[in-house]
């Protein structure tokens, strides 16, 4: 039998708001435990939430740079289950009222084809603490540091129909959350959060079947991997002639598998209704249009403007656009060395390979975008090559001196005085008869192994241009 | 100097005739005496009492002249007090010390009150009789055989009995009124959202209130001028202006129209009961009134529709007390359930049990629509009859209660109880002020008089209170045993 996946994720984003959802606590990663949790998010009686404004605003933010409808009166709900890591013995969410309505992301598939991923909602919430279960003498500890921290819950439309689709729509979400910066969206931290509702059915079938719902995924690549191990595992159970049980399932990484965690046919009745202590937001039009004319601009803008303006190509401006820095960086390498190409390629290739060597964000390179612009510039006016430029290029890792200053101090400057090439190419001509020969003879593609020559005993500094014009008048 | 009003305790205060501490220590002497027998309280502060009043009386000689400086009051145990123990009535709360201030005692404080310390209550405000406080019940200064009310009943039986000059309460259906009708004091609900509630401990979110209990509605003017206004720590704490509660009190009621709904004359109004309220109301044609019959025609599913929200939203709100962090824990739990389920059943009471248990089966999946969502469709219609009424009246006037204080046990079964915020409740699930007034006497006990005002009217309620007690003196009367001499 064929199958066919169906897929809907639910992503946890942490708001990179300075205090909590309704307290005025500090939500910084890593703190001391209980260190950041005030007599509200302790839930000692008597306190009450107040919203944080930023965490609003951030919301509405998403929800318009998805082209989502905004909630003209959204409304908070209460969600009551007991855990020790939840204070209140409920979690403000929201139900009925999101802030953020239906919106779609559009994706680029493998294939390069385009896909819109409808988006069903978005809402805000608050976050859980943490239950620490070691070194407690048989007890655990409750970390309440992260409860009350603002999340915003998006949740797909049950449109992706592959692994790969999910990873395209995860990665599609996590950029235009940079590009707004409104989370830092790390997922092996936790700041980005992916619940993945997965499904099989026959092809051609139109109605949903019995899906389940794995937790526990931290990394995009963990996402790919869980959902294709649960998908074989669906098939594998339906095809022994068994039933999907509607439950929720962990990924295990270690083990790339997922397994049971509860059976949502019991599932928690969380008694949702709305929350007395916050009246509903009313957002007007006004509120809207202003945060709609403070946007940046987005992936698929930048995108496709870098493809107009400084003619690059689509794939080239896709790597360029994926964060928000890396284009900042981009677009100040090649305004600063007048040369957008040279720039694409130089940021493209020799300045990512470095990030990726050492799992460096744009920002930790200690090669910043002017000197990376000087040195291009440097090409472009012949003062070296662009195979001295590499040189140039790793010496600036550990040197910090000006570009201009590397080449001088290191002789690395391109020979372009007619007279010291002419010596070269002279050299060249008498150490290689048998080439010079059959280049007379017509071979002319011998031409690039005698310029390799050239530039191998000038050391490279030799302008390749003045050695190929040298090289041909002298041999004719 | 016990039986002074605020308003007169002020004035004496001010020209020197006593300090702060010296009436402190009048009232602290009081508690002393008369405490055991009524139960009025849980916490006495003498100590911190004395501080505060030595601090009034210094600012006092700094020229500070704040109408409450050094007045001596009760705070009910809802309240948090910061460094104090704050019990809610429970067993839950029994050695909770609050590590801050409600925004109410933080304006008493910043006003220079001194407190006396914290009163007794049904257990979180769920009561009507103060019998269900883990801390025993409160007796009635009129008749130790009798019910003070509740949940406030410890701060009404404090400023009965003169144990305190004023005190502050709560009222989510009747909590502040009734046990003031009960003890013949004055006792005022705000608007929803008048008083802050940060720092009070939430009952039903949506229908609890602060507010003043004390000798009249003058003193209550003064309270009200320190307790209300926004704070951006309550989210439903409304940005009005607050004016000068005491400004109109001398207004004129020539030409005020009175409404008086005939849903409360109805059959379970004692005969007694309602002839003192037609004889108080009498006394306001005197003044100029005019009165005519209203129709309240959803008032019957008051209580019903209450006792679906109070409890859903109570299920919630009491969720936090788990035994984890603070309050109660139960002895040597084998497990996290273990701990939940012990903690809350030794912690808690049988009524705040009976409450939870009615408010998660409202919210429960499956009866949301016929309970809650139903519940809250019966209040905006409550709230429309209000609304109709007020076209046409300016206060509306009855009994705050169908009858006097009862004795303790007599009402054993909890809807009985439940029926006895009949009158009161409707205002709660609209949002509106109200006072009780005593008005009138049956077998030596005190009659309340309510009357409800429209939206953020407190100064126009306060103001018809304010003109009855010029002409009459049943606030002035006081039970024979605990008078100065008693």
């Not at chain 1, 068994?242 to 397994?259: H, N, P, S, W």
């Not at chain 2, 259906?173 to 046990?179: E, F, K, L």
């Not at chain 2, 004795?407 to 409740?425: F, W």
């Amino acid at each position: 039998m064929e199958w066919e996946t169906v897929i809907g994720l639910e992503v946890h984003v942490q708001l990179s708001t300075r205090s909590k959802l309704f307290s005025g606590s500090a939500t910084k990663f890593g703190a001391e435990p209980n260190t950041q949790a005030n007599v509200y998010d302790l839930a000692l009686p008597g306190t009450l939430p107040v919203l944080n404004k930023e965490a609003l605003k951030m919301a509405i933010k998403f929800g318009v740079a998805i082209g989502a409808e905004i909630g003209k009166r959204s409304v908070f709900d209460r969600k009551n289950y007991f855990y020790p890591d939840l204070p209140k013995g409920y979690q403000i969410s929201q139900l009925d009222f999101p802030i953020v309505g239906k919106g779609s992301l559009a994706v680029t598939l493998d294939d390069g084809s385009e896909k819109v991923i409808g988006v069903t909602r978005a809402h805000m919430e608050e976050d859980a603490g943490k239950s620490l279960h070691k070194d407690y003498q048989g007890m655990s500890g409750i970390d309440l540091n992260r409860a009350g921290t603002p999340l915003l819950e998006i949740v797909s439309e049950p449109d992706i129909l592959s692994a790969r689709e999910a990873v395209a729509y995860l990665k599609k979400l996590h950029s235009i959350i940079r590009y707004l910066d409104i989370s830092d969206a790390i997922m092996a931290q936790g700041s980005m959060r992916c619940d993945a509702n997965v499904s099989i059915r026959a092809k051609g079938e139109t109605e949903l079947s019995t899906r389940t719902e794995i937790k526990n995924i931290n990394s995009f690549r963990f996402v790919e991997k869980a959902i294709n191990h649960e998908v074989q595992r669906q098939k594998d159970v339906i095809e022994d002639g068994g039933r999907i049980v509607q439950e929720t399932r962990l990924y295990d990484a270690d083990k790339d598998e997922t397994r049971s965690m509860r059976s949502k046919e019991v599932a928690n009745d969380y008694r949702y209704f709305p929350e007395p202590d916050l009246l509903p937001i009313v957002i007007d039009d006004a509120y809207i249009a202003d945060i709609r004319s403070q946007l940046p601009e987005l992936p698929d803008a930048k995108i496709a403007r870098f493809c107009d303006e400084y003619g690059l190509s689509e794939y080239d401006a896709g790597v360029l656009a994926s964060t928000r820095e890396m284009a900042d960086y981009f677009e100040a390498v090649a305004t600063a060395s007048g040369d957008a190409k040279l720039a694409a390629n130089w940021v493209t290739g020799e300045l990512q390979g470095l990030l990726n060597k050492h799992s460096w964000e744009v920002a930790d390179s200690p090669i910043q975008a002017d000197r990376l612009a000087t040195l291009i510039a440097r090409i472009k006016d012949d003062t070296i090559s662009g195979k001295i430029a590499k040189t140039v290029f790793e010496t600036m890792l550990d040197d910090s001196s000006d570009v201009d200053a590397i080449i001088e101090s290191k002789g690395l400057k391109q020979v372009t005085d007619n007279s010291a090439i002419e010596k070269i190419v002279d050299d060249v001509i008498a150490s290689n008869p048998d080439q010079v020969l059959q280049y007379k003879d017509g071979k002319v593609q011998l031409i690039g192994y005698l310029v390799g020559q050239a530039m191998k005993l000038s050391q490279g500094k030799a302008n390749p241009g003045q050695v190929n014009a040298l090289l041909k008048e002298k041999m004719q | 100097m016990i039986e002074k009003t605020v308003a007169e305790l002020s004035a004496a205060l001010g020209s020197g005739d006593i300090s702060s501490v010296e009436l402190t220590q009048i009232f602290l002497d009081r508690i002393a005496t008369h405490n055991a027998e009524l139960n009025a309280f849980i916490t006495v502060c003498d100590e911190a009492a004395l501080k505060q009043a030595q601090a009034a009386d210094a600012a006092r000689a700094n020229g500070d002249s704040d109408a409450l400086l050094g007045i001596p009051m009760a705070h009910k145990d809802i309240f948090c007090t910061q460094g104090v123990t704050t019990t809610c009535g429970s067993r839950m709360l029994q050695n909770f010390v609050s590590p801050y201030d409600a925004t109410v005692v933080e304006r008493f404080n910043a006003a220079g009150t001194v407190t006396l310390g914290k009163t007794n209550m049904d257990e979180f405000a769920m009561g009507s009789s103060n019998e269900t406080s883990f801390f025993g019940p409160v007796r009635n200064p009129w008749d130790t055989a009798r019910v003070p009310g509740g949940s406030s009943g410890g701060s009404a039986a404090a400023v009965s009995a003169g144990l305190c000059a004023m005190a502050t309460g709560t009222d989510t259906g009747g909590s502040i009124r009734q046990p003031a009708a009960f003890c013949g004091i004055t006792g005022f609900k705000p608007s929803y959202g008048r008083v802050s509630r940060w720092g009070m401990i939430a009952f039903a979110s949506s229908l609890d209130q602060a507010g003043p209990l004390c000798k009249s509605a003058e003193d209550a003017s003064l309270m009200l001028n320190v307790m209300a206004g926004l704070d951006e720590k309550d989210s439903t704490s409304i940005d009005r202006t607050t004016e000068d509660y005491t400004a109109t009190l001398g207004d004129s009621l020539q030409g005020l129209k009175i409404g008086i709904p005939k849903q409360h004359f109805a059959e379970s109004l004692s005969a007694d009961v309602e002839q003192g309220i037609r004889d108080a109301l009498s006394e306001y044609e005197r003044l100029g009134a005019t009165l005519r019959e209203i129709d309240l025609p959803n008032n019957h599913l008051s209580v019903s529709a209450y006792y679906v929200v109070a409890p859903a939203e109570a299920s919630a709100n009491l969720s936090r007390y788990d035994g984890v962090r603070y309050g109660y824990r139960c002895e040597d739990p084998v497990d996290l359930e273990d701990m939940y389920k012990r903690s809350r059943s030794e912690g808690f009471g049988d009524e705040v049990k009976r409450r939870i248990m009615v408010g998660t089966y409202a919210l429960s999946a499956g009866f949301y629509d016929a309970y809650y969502r139903k519940a809250q469709k019966i209040r905006r219609l409550i709230k429309n009859d209000f609304n109709a009424a007020f076209e046409e009246v300016d206060i509306i006037i009855g009994p705050t209660s169908p009858h006097t204080a009862f004795e303790l046990g007599a009402k054993s079964d909890p809807v009985a109880m439940y029926l006895e915020d009949i009158y009161t409740i409707a205002v709660n699930l609209a949002g509106l002020p109200a006072i009780s007034v005593p008005a009138g006497m049956v077998n030596g006990l005190p009659i309340g008089m309510h009357m409800v005002g429209n939206d953020f009217a407190e100064a126009k309620v306060l103001n018809v209170a304010h003109q009855f007690q010029q002409q009459t003196d049943w606030h002035r009367q006081r039970p024979a045993a605990f008078t100065e001499e008693g």
